[in-house]
């Protein structure tokens, strides 16, 4: 266990919370006002976090200091990804266009499971009004709706490692 | 205290570089892009606990065999010491208990299923992850049709 990485998540996270609360910032509610008054503010501020991600990325994966063809998921993918690997098959990580397996390769359930997870995520966190990041803000600002969604946040961990992790893992 | 408030787009240029260097300067991975996850790191949190006091063994990810995940917590202590310094911290009372309970399970259950509370989807888009970039079109999708729907309901309540 190392202390100092959990110091630094745990900075990371008040920092975060502190901005969040400042700054309204909210992944589900840009979108959201966007459709229903036009405000673009909140919708501005996805963009400038996926395009800061992107760009840096882009320039630290050129200069070889992050590493890509690291899995990017929790365990399950993980076993998979370590066989294409060990395999000589980088498939996950292939570009669309140019050489490598192409498109058909990226083709399987959890492409589908992605998609539809995300659009049941979107749909239940437009009811809600806010995505998850936002709902934690909402809590430590005393509402009490966001105190019983995050109950439930936090329930459905041990429920789904104790009941239904055996029959969703199918699914992958 | 005079009030501050900041602009998202500053919120993204700051999360945004904090994330990607904190993952760089500290080694953070595997998995990649997990500097930030409210869905990962809480399922990690709760699992370890539980598999220190019950002796099983549910799923947490490589990061978090040497790390004690505690963003969430600290979102939370983050938020709550924003809303005091800036006198926002007042109570409001609940309207909808059972419902809002749903819900939180069931994003719970979907974000762990995708690997990614909307934040990390976000994070793994701009690392060039194609699932995640398919996530966040379903997100786009059903925030569509979810204002759709609140559109429609509001109508009807207004007809009535």
């Known amino acids: 266990m190392k202390i100092y990485i959990s110091i630094v998540l745990g900075v990371i996270g008040i920092i975060v919370g502190f901005l969040a609360q400042r700054s309204r910032m909210c992944f589900v509610a840009g979108f959201r006002d966007y459709l229903l008054v036009r405000d673009k503010e909140l919708l501005l501020g996805l963009f400038t976090f996926l395009v800061t991600i992107w760009m840096l990325t882009s320039i630290l994966y050129s200069m070889n200091i992050l590493k890509k063809g690291i899995p990017e998921y929790g365990d399950i993918v993980v076993r998979s990804q370590v066989e294409i690997a060990m395999n000589g098959l980088n498939v996950k990580h ?3 266009f140019g050489d490598g397996p192409g498109i058909s390769s990226l083709l399987n359930n959890f492409l589908i499971i992605s998609l539809c997870g995300g659009w049941l995520m979107g749909i239940l ?14 809590f430590a600002q005393g509402n009490i709706d966001s105190f019983y969604y995050l109950i439930g946040f ?9 009941f239904l992790a055996k029959f969703l893992v199918t699914l992958y | 205290m005079r009030r501050w408030y900041l602009k998202p787009w500053l919120f993204g240029i700051i999360a945004g570089c904090m ?15 997990y500097t930030f ?3 990962c790191h809480a399922r990690d949190f709760i699992n370890t606990i539980v598999n220190l006091l019950f002796k099983t063994n549910y799923q947490i990810t490589f990061l978090a065999r040497r790390v004690l995940m505690t963003t969430s917590l600290c979102v939370m202590a983050g938020a709550f010491i924003a809303a005091r310094i800036f006198n926002e911290f007042r109570f409001k009372r609940s309207t909808h ?4 309970f749903l819900t939180g399970f069931i994003i719970m259950i979907t974000g762990i299923i995708i690997f990614g509370c909307p934040t ?16 966040l079109t379903g997100i786009f999708i059903g925030i569509l049709n979810g204002t759709t ?8 309540k207004f007809s009535d």
């Open chain 2, 19 to 33: 994330f990607v260097f904190a993952e760089v300067i500290f080694n953070l991975y595997p998995p990649t892009a």
């Open chain 1, 125 to 138: 966190s437009t009811f809600v009004g806010g995505c998850v990041l936002r709902q934690h803000v909402l």
């Open chain 1, 154 to 162: 936090y329930c459905a961990v041990l429920v789904y490692y104790n």
């Open chain 1, 94 to 96: 292939t570009k669309l």
């Open chain 2, 37 to 39: 996850c409210l869905t």
């Open chain 2, 97 to 100: 208990p059972i419902l809002f």
């Open chain 2, 149 to 156: 729907m609140l559109k429609l309901l509001s109508k009807a």
């Open chain 2, 120 to 135: 990390r989807i976000v994070i793994r888009s701009g690392y060039g992850d194609v699932y995640g970039i398919v996530a």
